[in-house]
């Protein structure tokens, strides 16, 4: 069969023999040297884990599958279709989810939410129930594939509820089984219109994954070295994701624009814009949307977004104070969350707090897949070195 299990049980045994193929000829030589630097500098650069799914360069942006964002035109339709259909088939959300979801106090964050709601699912982890049974390791990819696409499909259900529970006074609207996954997310949340859509699957499609290292994929990746489920580790992902320094700066960044516009009205000039800037540094904050730990252009990510907004919303001023942003701080660089937000509130998502739960919908494609290559290819539990600064200045300072 070409269904997504079929096609993995006929690569992975290569791809075992591969790994295995490396270990025997490059196993006992040096990746790179690790400086104090870099263990005090949050570990940046440090090469310390495998990652099928993404790579990221700090000049080109990322390649998911050695496939740039501007080539990503991958599936044919059949194979589209097929997935679609596997998604729909396991999309239905148990009852209890919309009453957890429910039970929180009211302004719990949406991303708080996200996580619960995940969480209550984990019950029905296939792995869980399995490992306990005692499967063998050369099978647990297995029920980690089930867990993931069971989870990946209940996805947009669990976001529109999330949504419509903390915006829309908790009005439920059912799926069209006649739309992809992205669709489907904007129909649920109550968005019907073609460009909605369109804007859901680029969304989803290029917040996918950003090679191994991000927090949010970190994150997964380490919890699911322990074999928690993958319940488990997209909750521990999305919880990462929730922090302002990474996923919940979709939200900040329209926070701040915001306040730009209240403070200098809808047009402002470079001039005003260029001391509004200055004022937020000499605050001590961050420019939200700008800078980024491993890019050092403009993510391609970002220039995406904005392709589809000179397309689809060219006279947005929303749009134009994006532009005019970009013009003024230039260094560092815009990512990926300096745009988003523009293009949802011009399509009437207009409630900045639910962004990050948007990118965390994306994000789970890619950490769950790269979780079922990480069980197929056997990867051990993680489990890095720390330090004291007793022991960093004994080792030298010669005492
Ligand atoms: N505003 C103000 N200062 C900044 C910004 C910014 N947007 N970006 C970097 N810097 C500063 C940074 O604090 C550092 O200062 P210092 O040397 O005084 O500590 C200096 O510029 C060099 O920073 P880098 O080493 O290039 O970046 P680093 O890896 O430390 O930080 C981020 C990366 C993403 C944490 C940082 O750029 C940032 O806080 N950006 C704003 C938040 C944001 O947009 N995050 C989203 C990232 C994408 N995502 O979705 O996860
Ligand atoms: C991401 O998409 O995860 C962000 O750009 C952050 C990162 O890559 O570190």
């Not at 939200?288 to 391609?300: F, K």
């Not at 532009?323 to 990926?336: A, G, I, R």
Request: charged letters at 20%; proline letters at 6%.
């Amino acid at each position: 069969g070409d269904d997504l299990k079929s096609v993995l049980a006929a690569c992975i045994p290569a791809e075992q023999e591969r790994l295995r193929g490396i270990k025997t000829a490059h196993g006992s030589k040096v990746l790179g040297e690790v400086t104090v630097d870099q263990a005090l500098g949050g570990m940046r650069a440090i090469p310390g884990m495998l990652w099928e799914v993404s790579l990221l360069d700090a000049e080109e942006g990322i390649r998911l599958r050695g496939h740039t964002i501007a080539e990503l035109q991958i599936p044919s339709n059949e194979q589209a279709d097929s997935v679609s259909a596997e998604l729909r088939r396991r999309a239905e959300l148990p009852d209890h989810v919309f009453r957890v979801i429910g039970a929180l106090p009211p302004g719990t964050h949406p991303m708080t939410q996200f996580a619960a709601a995940i969480l209550s699912l984990q019950p029905d982890s296939e792995f869980a129930k399995a490992y306990a049974a005692g499967l063998p390791k050369a099978k647990y990819w297995e029920p980690v594939l089930e867990d993931s696409l069971n989870l990946i499909a209940k996805l947009p259900a669990i976001a529109a509820a999330i949504y419509r529970h903390s915006f829309k006074g908790g009005r439920f609207i059912d799926p069209d089984p006649s739309l992809d996954w992205a669709a489907n997310l904007a129909h649920m949340m109550g968005f019907d219109d073609e460009g909605c859509r369109e804007m859901m699957r680029l969304y989803l499609t290029i917040h996918a994954d950003h090679e191994g290292g991000n927090v949010s994929a970190h994150a997964t990746h380490l919890v699911g070295s322990a074999l928690s489920d993958p319940y488990l580790c997209l909750a521990a992902g999305i919880a990462g994701l929730a922090g302002p320094l990474h996923g919940l700066a979709n939200q900040e960044v329209l926070k701040w624009m915001f306040q730009v516009q209240k403070q200098l009205g809808p047009d402002p000039t470079k001039e005003a814009l260029e001391a509004f800037v200055w004022d937020t540094l000499k605050a001590g904050k961050v420019v939200p949307g700008y800078g980024h730990a491993v890019l050092r252009t403009t993510d391609p990510r970002y220039t995406c977004q904005r392709e589809f907004a000179l397309k689809h919303l060219p006279d947005y001023p929303l749009f134009k104070l994006c532009s005019t942003l970009y013009d003024v701080v230039k260094n560092p660089f815009p990512n990926v969350d300096a745009h988003s937000g523009v293009l949802l509130q011009y399509y009437g998502i207009t409630e900045e707090d639910f962004y990050t739960v948007l990118f965390g919908v994306s994000r789970a494609l890619g950490v769950l897949a790269q979780g079922v290559w990480s069980r197929a290819l056997g990867f051990p539990l993680e489990r890095p070195k720390s330090l004291t600064m007793e022991l960093i200045e004994k080792r030298f300072s010669g005492h």
